[in-house]
């Protein structure tokens, strides 16, 4: 049982580069979500999708995509890469609040974009 | 203002001190109230939930929520140094669960 798995772990772009960041869970969880992390500013939500066939924006979605592709992956996009999306990304899953909480997190990506 | 503020500290206390960490909000939408622990490299890991007002307690660890002053706090009773971590609250409402900056939590030998 590997809870998420993200990968890549690590990866340097230049910018105006594209790369798609994949996370797939195996807890047959409905609800999946894209946060970044930078010091000070805890994580802060991108993307995040309820179920299968929906997503929906979070706190700072711009410059950034994600596709839902079944129940078990959940991918991020960065169509253009600018030094300010440098940081740390973590997927996360969990079931539908009011059946309990409880996000269960990968072992995050380390994104540097020069 | 954000949706849940919380102090990023650092914050370093004697080994076996009790340690008070808090948050507060200001969506009084939220359904659950969350404490996270990360370490250093890691992913957070969820450590307690509350879903009403009112003390939850695990072990040392004591969740308090007052949705009244929309403040919830975490205390860490004879705090170990492999408490050392940084300390993320969370709240959820309908599918989304927004995250506190962390606290680092120091505590010294």
Known sequence: N??????????????????????????????????????????????YSASEGTTDKGEVP???????LNKREFSLRLESAAPSQTSVYFCASSEVPGRGPEAFFGQGTRLTVV | QKEVEQDPGPLSVPEGAIVSLNCTYSNS???????YRQYSRKGPEL??????????EDGRFTAQVDKSSKYISLFIRDSQPSDSATYLC?????DKIIFGKGTRLHILP
Do not use: E
């Open chain 1, 2 to 47: 590997a809870g998420v798995t993200q990968t890549p772990k690590f990866q340097v772009l230049k910018t105006g580069q594209s790369m798609t960041l994949q996370c797939a869970q195996d807890m047959n969880h409905n609800s999946m979500y894209w946060y970044r992390q930078d010091p000070g500013m805890g994580l802060r939500l991108i993307y």
């Open chain 1, 62 to 68: 711009n410059g950034y995509n994600v596709s839902r």
């Open chain 2, 29 to 35: 939408a939220f359904q659950y109230f969350m404490w």
């Open chain 2, 47 to 56: 450590l307690m939930y509350t879903y009403s007002s009112g003390n939850k």
């Open chain 2, 90 to 94: 969370a709240m959820s409402k309908d």
